[in-house]
C-alpha cells in the first residue's frame, strides 16, 4: 500500500478539532487585544509595546524552549500548555470586569501567551510525525488541513468575531479564547501518548540547545528550509510596514477596500494550502518550494507595479497561494527528515529565525519608504525574495530531498513507507 492510500489516523482528527478550536480563539483575541489596548491609551510606543510582547518569547527563549520540548512528554506539554492560557486569560477578564485593566497587565498577558504558544507550537509540531510515523505523504496532507483551517479561523472567522465580542464588554473576548484553550488542552488530553525520543547524553539545557541550532546549520536542505521564511519574513514585513499607505496614497483605496484586500491575500492562502500535496506529488518537494518561493516574489513585483485596486488584490491572491502552499510543504519536509530527538529544537530553531528577521523586514520598509518611495519596499521585497529562490534552489532540489527522505527512512523501521519505496520517485529534478 502506498503512503498516499494510507488514512490519517484518528488521533490527527481531535488535533486537527483541538487547532481548530484554540485559532479560533486566537483569531478572536488577536482582535481584541489591540482593540483593548486602545480603550486605555492611545500613545503609539504603548500599543506598540503590547504587540511586541507577545513575539518576545521566540526571540528570548526559542531554542532553549525547543531543547525542553525534546525533554518533555510532547502531548503533556501541548495540554499544560493550553491549559495555562486559559487559566491566564482569566485574569485580564477579571481585571476588565473590575475597571482595573492597565497596558502593563496587556503587555504581560501577550508576552505568557506567546510564550505559552512557543511550547504548544513547537511540541505539536514535534509530535504530529510521530503520530503520522513520519510518512512524507501523511504530513504533507495533515499539514495541508491544519494550515488551511488555521487560516480560516485566526484569519476570517476570528477577528471579526473578536470585534463583536468586544462590543459586548470588554471582559467577553478573552472569555472566549479562554474556553477555547481549554476545550483544546481537554481533547490534547485524549491524543494517544507516543514513545519519548532516546534520550541523548546528559548535557547541559545550553549544550543541548546549540546542539539543536547547530544541526539546522550544518544540513542544507534544514539550512534551505530555514533561510525561506527568515529572508521572506524581512521581505513581506516590509510590504507590511507601507501596505496600507501604498493602497490609499498609491490605489485609492479606502478603510473598506482595505480589508477585501487582505481577504484576497487569505483567500489565496487557503487554496495553496489546499492544492499544496498535488504541487509535492507533481513536481517533487523540492521543485514545488523553488516554485511557489519565485510566484511569491513575482507576485509582490505585480503587487507594486499595480495600476489599479484589482490587480492589486489578484497579486495578493496569488501571493498568498504561494505563501500557503509554501507553509504546508516546508514543514511537512522538515517533520519528515529530522530525528525525533532534535525536531522541537529544529522547529523551535527555524521559528526563531524567521521571527528574528521580522523587525529587520518593518525597519527596512519604512526606511526606503521615507528615504525613497512609496513603491520602493515593494519592489525590494520581490528582488529579495527572487535572489532567496535563487541560493535556496540547490539546497533543496529535488535530488538533495529525496537524499534526505531516504537518509531518514530507517529511523521509522520496516514500516516506515519511505523505506519501501523511494520518495518522491517519479518527480522531476527540474532545478
Known amino acids: 500500500m502506498t503512503s498516499d492510500a494510507r488514512k490519517l489516523p484518528t488521533g490527527f482528527g481531535r488535533l486537527w478539532t483541538a487547532q481548530t478550536i484554540s485559532s479560533l480563539g486566537d483569531g478572536v483575541t488577536q482582535a481584541a487585544l489591540p482593540l483593548l489596548a486602545l480603550t486605555l491609551t492611545r500613545d503609539p510606543m504603548a500599543l506598540a509595546v503590547v504587540t511586541a510582547a507577545g513575539t518576545l518569547p521566540w526571540l528570548l527563549f526559542g531554542v532553549l524552549g525547543g531543547a525542553l520540548v525534546d525533554r518533555w512528554d510532547r502531548r503533556r506539554t501541548m495540554w499544560v500548555a493550553d491549559a495555562a492560557r486559559a487559566v491566564l486569560l482569566a485574569i485580564p477578564a477579571a481585571a476588565a470586569a473590575l475597571d482595573v485593566l492597565s497596558i502593563p497587565l496587556l503587555a504581560a498577558v501577550a508576552f505568557l501567551l506567546g510564550l505559552g504558544g512557543l511550547f504548544f507550537d513547537t511540541a505539536a509540531t514535534a509530535y504530529l ?40 464588554g470588554r471582559a467577553v473576548p478573552l472569555l472566549t479564547d479562554a474556553v477555547s484553550f ?41 539550512l534551505g528550509l530555514a533561510l525561506r521564511p527568515a529572508v521572506g519574513n524581512i521581505a513581506f514585513l516590509a510590504v507590511e510596514t507601507v501596505l496600507a499607505l501604498f493602497a490609499h496614497d498609491r490605489l485609492g483605496i479606502d478603510t473598506y477596500g482595505f480589508g477585501l484586500l487582505l ?112 513603491r520602493t519596499p515593494l519592489f525590494a521585497a ?39 519505496e523511494p520518495a518522491q520517485e517519479s518527480a522531476p529534478d527540474l532545478l
Open 129 to 168: 510525525p510521530d503520530l503520522l510515523r513520519r510518512d512524507p505523504a501523511l504530513l504533507e496532507r495533515a499539514n495541508s488541513r491544519l494550515r488551511g483551517t488555521q487560516t480560516a479561523m485566526s484569519g476570517f472567522a476570528g477577528p471579526p468575531a473578536g470585534s463583536a465580542l468586544l462590543a459586548l
Open 182 to 222: 481549554l476545550l483544546s488542552a481537554l481533547l490534547v488530553r485524549t491524543l494517544p501518548a507516543m514513545p519519548r525520543p532516546v534520550p541523548e547524553a546528559r548535557e547541559s539545557l545550553l549544550r543541548q540547545a546549540r546542539a539543536g541550532a547547530s544541526y539546522v546549520f550544518r544540513d542544507r536542505v534544514l
Open 263 to 374: 481577504t484576497a491575500e487569505a483567500t489565496g492562502g487557503l487554496l495553496g494550502a489546499g492544492i499544496a500535496s498535488y504541487l509535492g506529488r507533481r513536481l517533487g518537494a523540492g521543485t514545488a518550494l523553488t516554485c511557489t518561493a519565485a510566484v511569491e516574489g513575482l507576485a509582490i513585483l505585480g503587487l507594486a507595479a499595480a495600476p489599479n485596486p484589482y490587480v492589486a488584490g489578484l497579486a495578493l491572491s496569488v501571493c498568498g497561494a504561494g505563501m500557503g502552499a509554501t507553509m504546508v510543504l516546508a514543514p511537512s519536509l522538515r517533520q519528515a527528515i529530522v530525528p525525533a530527538h532534535l525536531m522541537g529544537r529544529v522547529a523551535s530553531t527555524s521559528r526563531m529565525l524567521a521571527m528574528c528577521a521580522a523587525p529587520i523586514g518593518a525597519f527596512l520598509g519604512g526606511w526606503l519608504a521615507t528615504a525613497y518611495d512609496i
Open 382 to 420: 520581490a528582488v529579495l525574495l527572487l535572489a532567496m529562490t535563487a541560493v535556496t534552489a540547490s539546497m533543496t532540489s529535488n535530488r538533495r530531498v529525496e537524499a534526505a527522505l531516504r537518509a531518514a527512512a530507517p529511523a521509522g523501521g520496516p514500516d516506515h513507507p519511505a523505506s519501501k
